[in-house]
């Protein structure tokens, strides 16, 4: 008999008694900084003024701080700072837009501090800094301000800008400001990019200014869905536009749904982003019907790269009838294509999971270790489709490919591929053509028994992150 639903937390919350949830909040405070400081913000609800000082000395304490935080440490990092810009709005900022505007203000012109003292190698302080535009901006709107000053006290809280992560405060401006406020900002610059170009008429390396400026005018448009006013702005400087520049007007326009703007900007070859100029091609030609000229571009795309992404988008605006023959031509590329992980991809997807596995077995030590992000999601598949031989191939050549790089970093997955390989040895019937399960632990011991970081995962008795190999 299956399981009632559990009931919904906060309609349970709501039926137990005030005595119960108050004992349960101070035993939780007890246990629990965090709880224990919510509560005291809490208590001051009613004092915005005490609650805005409790935020500003959590801000400075931060800024003061000359602690680095390196690449493990830096996303705890950027989750406290984040915390502390949700705190700030979620209790403070009803209470007091004008002071919790200051501090998202004072936050934001900190960004030194934050990007000096961190490893963003994963962006978590580049977002947190991008948050912190959009919390700016929302109480800005909460505040009594004359709406003529937003524009300008906006725009130089963009130009100071020295990180590049405040784009938010121009992309997302329509949270403050309305259109046609924006489109004076979009007069302003438009000024101050012709004042930029008659100083500099030169049009070999433009100074840093012009491209400051239309890089504002950039993120404005994409807060209008008014391509057109990037365009504009970088075909003054830029008259003959690379395909980096093309690809970007491309791109604009058809996320504004204006395809048809879209194919001017797609025309010729784009050189190394040819693949992006015919996938953006296809879309606009899709989002015009015009799929007679998109199905071609589509099938293509997949034959040139034997990508199961790119077969499902030319199945995808194929005539129903028109599939069966498509698939079958796909199926027949990849029983001969020489890249044996793309083709047991494409395989999987065609629903054929046993020629899937056969390809991968016909030559396993052709298989590229290093392919991690596309092996991975393929011993999945194949662990899916119940494939343990094929799904073993993939496992072995991923934890040969990191043992014979040692790569230290990866030992934690190595070990758990040397994991999987042993639970589908438990269950396998046999592994012909390949060698034995014991033959390759064998192989793997003899090769790599003195990377000792890789054995101490293996055994549970791993170290710490500094672990070295005695052969390294």
Known sequence: MAKPP???????????????????????????????????????????????AGFKKTLAAWKRSSKFYGYREAGEYGRDLEGWLEQVERELCPKD?????????????????????ADDSDGVIGDAVRSACQHWLRAAARCETPASVWPDRLLALYLADEYGARGE?????????????????????????????????????????????????????????DPDVKVRAALRYSPDPNPVQRQSFARAYIEADRPADALAWLQDGWGHLEDSRLGLLAEA?????????SVPIRRGMFEGTMSDFYLDLWLQHLPEAARPQARDHARELALAHTNLAAAATVLLKLDDPAAAEARLLAEPGRIDGTQYGSLV??????????????????????????????????????????????????GATGFLPLSSHDEFQAEIRARHGRKTAFWAHVNGTRRDRHDVDDDE
Request: charged residues 25%; aromatic residues 8%; proline residues 7%.
């Open 6 to 52: 559990a009931e919904d937390p906060a309609d349970f919350l709501a039926r137990q008694p005030k005595e119960a949830l108050v004992a349960l909040l101070l035993e939780l405070a007890r246990d629990h900084e965090a709880v224990q400081a919510r509560l005291g913000r809490m208590q001051l609800a009613d004092q915005p003024d005490k609650l805005a």
């Open 97 to 117: 837009p004008p002071a919790a505007l200051a501090l998202f203000q004072s936050f934001i012109e900190a960004d030194a501090s934050w990007f000096e003292r």
């Open 285 to 293: 030609l899709e989002k015009l019907g015009r799929f007679e000229e």
């Open 377 to 426: 999601p393929l011993a999945k598949a194949l662990r899916n489709h119940d494939c343990p031989r094929g799904e073993t191939v993939i496992y072995r050549a991923l934890l040969k490919g990191i043992l014979d790089r040692a790569y230290a970093r990866a030992y934690g997955h190595a070990a758990r591929y040397w994991s999987r390989l042993q639970e589908i040895a438990n």
């Open 169 to 225: 405060l121009l992309s997302n401006a329509g949270l403050l400001l309305d259109e046609a406020a924006q489109s004076k900002l979009v007069a302003k610059l438009d000024a101050q990019l012709s004042a930029a170009l008659d100083a500099y008429p030169t049009p070999e390396n433009p100074p840093p200014e012009i491209f400051r400026i239309s890089g504002a005018l950039s993120l404005l448009s994409e807060s209008l869905r």
